[in-house]
Nanobody, 120 residues
């Protein structure tokens, strides 16, 4: 099994910054894609950004230029640097991990989420 834990969520003023972290642990052989999703109240969960094992990234248009996804393959961790935060960024942020575990089975794992609130 794989355990995924997010951290770093907080209350921040508009224009502020936060850094979210995600750590995956367990019987991991390798991690393929890692991604950040978010879900605002009353809305569906949506992709924010993802990063491949090779380091290729994709950020959705609404966060381009403000958010930056990164990962450390050696530590099985991922981060999301969020700058110039807006009230519409308020949501629960989830980490998604596509990992291969013993005996070489690939599955998708989710964390429990971390709350980000942007408000004055």
């Amino acid at each position: 099994q794989v355990r995924v834990v997010e951290s770093g969520g907080a209350l921040v003023q508009p224009g502020g910054s936060l850094r979210l972290s995600c750590a995956a642990s367990g019987s991991i052989v390798s991690i393929n894609t890692m991604g950040w999703y978010r879900q605002a109240p009353g809305k569906q969960r949506e992709l924010v950004a993802y990063i491949t094992s090779g380091g290729s990234t994709n950020h959705v248009d609404s966060v381009k230029g403000r958010f930056t996804i990164s990962r450390d393959n050696a530590k099985n961790t991922m981060s999301l640097q969020m700058n110039s935060l807006k009230p519409e960024d308020t949501a629960v942020y989830y980490c998604k991990v596509v990992a291969t575990t013993f005996p070489y089975v690939q599955n998708t794992y989710w964390g429990q989420g971390t709350q980000v609130t942007v408000s004055s």
